[in-house]
């Protein structure tokens, strides 16, 4: 009992209420954050890393380099599923354990080493290899082999699921609008007509793109011992492999082995990681940008919820606030991302702690852009198309057909054609009546100049229609 009540004790030092967390992370979102915990959390961690300590356990058993007394080790299916039920029931009550561990040793990585040890203690058979655990391994080649499996899963599980969220929600918003014509605006001004469908196209296919790179990407990982020789593999058993080990102990992990490295991995695929992932929140915070701006001139309507209040003095407002905060959540996801990038790949000499403190924090990262991508997909659920503005808006700016027009004129030999619509339509107002009164005096076939006639700013856009069904 006495055991149990020290393991109480020392697990209601982690227990945390959402109303009392300091990050918003494990307090206002934790409904929408909490799986992520399942990858990277302190007890994930060590979870990833008994992962790791028992493949490599095993892997030395595979190549009969553990001994019992003078005879190569022989273990049995049975062996073996013990060895697997290690990791497999290793829970965060057990986590505790290791933390007891950890408060003596000061050393997460050797205290899995002891707590692992514990458990072989615990069968008579596995007891006699244990001296074998963490073998020629520093605390890098565990850690960094645990963290790119860790953000392999979370990639895979978390992030493309996310991603893919949100390119179906701008899929299906292109083809549902792929042919409401509006005014597209280049630097803040009316411009050519294009559809509203094709506007969200855009973001779909560049959002597409770049979840594809990160879809493929491999996480690099290495096992070669204290600053990257196999000094102490080659001394131990000098007639193996040991770099063609390596690579194989990592590919039959899923990971692409880094053969040249001090005592870390350098992060490298860690950082292009995040450069993919720095792009994509930034096309996101563009997506969010446009469509605040839209909501602002009227040409998306936003559904309203009676229960909510938009303003706590203006009862009439109903405010942009999923994609403003889709915004400030990408932001902060991409300040993490940046530093990353910026700091991981580098490390003094052989290898310096800087980095350690840092690799903690990629789920706060990850949880920020997947809180970012939930509140822009609920923005995105409650906007429709203003059908009356945008058509009004179009009604209202003639100019536009300036582009087209000039193109024909000077087609069909017609002097001066971008000059004379640059005097036209520069800063005035123009009508349909007016453009048309110019289109009339135009030494045009009448053919063409009737089909001039009969354009309108609505019908001016292109291929617009055909490309917000292709996405």
């Known amino acids: 009992m006495l055991i149990f009540r020290k393991l109480y004790k020392f697990s209601s030092q982690f227990k945390e209420s959402t109303l009392t967390a300091i990050s918003p992370l494990d307090g206002r979102y934790a409904s929408q954050t909490g799986v992520i915990k399942d990858y990277f959390s302190e007890y994930a961690l060590m979870k990833y890393r008994i992962k790791v300590e028992i493949e490599w356990l095993k892997f030395l058993h595979s190549k009969n380099m553990i001994k019992q007394g003078n005879s190569v080790l022989n273990l049995t299916a049975l062996d073996l599923t013990y060895l697997d039920l290690i990791y497999d029931k290793f829970d965060v009550t057990k986590s505790f354990r290791v933390k007891q561990i950890e408060s ?41 082999i645990a963290y790119s499996l860790m953000m392999t899963d979370a990639k895979n599980n978390l992030l493309m699921k996310s991603l893919e969220g949100v390119i179906n929600k701008l899929v ?11 005014l597209s605006r280049t630097h803040g001004q009316v411009a050519s007509p294009t559809t509203v469908g094709k506007e969200f196209a855009n973001f779909a296919y560049r959002i597409r793109n770049h ?63 995040y450069s993919y992932l ?37 009862p009439h407002k109903v405010n942009p606030i999923d994609f403003e905060n889709c915004e400030g959540n990408l932001g902060l996801s991409n300040s993490l991302a940046q530093h990353f ?72 030999g017609v002097a001066n054609p971008y000059e004379q619509l640059k005097e036209l339509t520069r800063g005035q107002k123009i009508t349909k009546d007016s453009l048309r009164e110019f289109i009339s005096k135009l030494a045009l076939p009448e053919d063409v100049k009737k089909k001039l006639l009969t354009l309108e700013p609505k019908d001016y856009i292109g291929n617009a229609d055909k490309m917000a069904r292709l996405i």
Not at 249 to 272: C, G, M, W, Y
Not at 293 to 309: D, L, R, T
Not at 341 to 355: A, E, G, H, P
Not at 390 to 402: F, R
Request: charged fraction near 20%.
């Open 104 to 144: 003596t040793t000061n050393h997460d990585v050797k205290s899995i080493e002891y707590y692992i040890k514990e458990e072989l203690d615990k069968n008579p058979i596995l007891h006699s290899m244990k001296e074998y655990v963490h073998f020629c391994c520093t605390s890098e080649d565990i850690n960094n």
């Open 172 to 182: 299906q918003l292109s083809h549902d609008h792929h042919n409401v014509p509006m």
């Open 211 to 273: 979840s594809e790179l990160l879809r493929n990407l491999k996480f690099e990982a290495k096992l070669n011992g204290a600053v990257g020789n196999y000094n102490a593999h080659l001394l131990a058993y000098p007639n193996y492999d040991w770099p063609i080990l390596s690579k194989q102990f990592i590919e039959e992990l899923k990971l692409k082995h880094n053969p040249f490295t001090t005592q870390i991995e350098p992060h490298d695929s860690v950082a292009l990681y």
């Open 278 to 314: 720095n792009i994509i929140n930034n096309i996101l915070v563009g997506l969010s940008r446009d469509v605040w701006s839209y909501i602002s001139i009227n040409y998306f309507e936003q559904k309203s919820i009676k229960s909510e209040v938009g303003s706590s003095t203006m």
């Open 341 to 412: 990038m910026n700091k991981l790949v580098i490390s003094r000499y052989q290898r310096d702690l800087s980095d350690s403190t840092v690799m903690r924090n990629h789920g706060v990262c990850l949880g920020y852009a997947v809180v970012g991508y939930r509140s822009l997909i609920k923005g995105l659920d409650k906007i429709s198309p203003n059908y009356d503005t945008i058509l009004n808006d179009l009604e209202n700016h003639w100019e536009v057909l300036a582009e087209p027009i000039q193109q024909i004129m000077r087609q069909y």
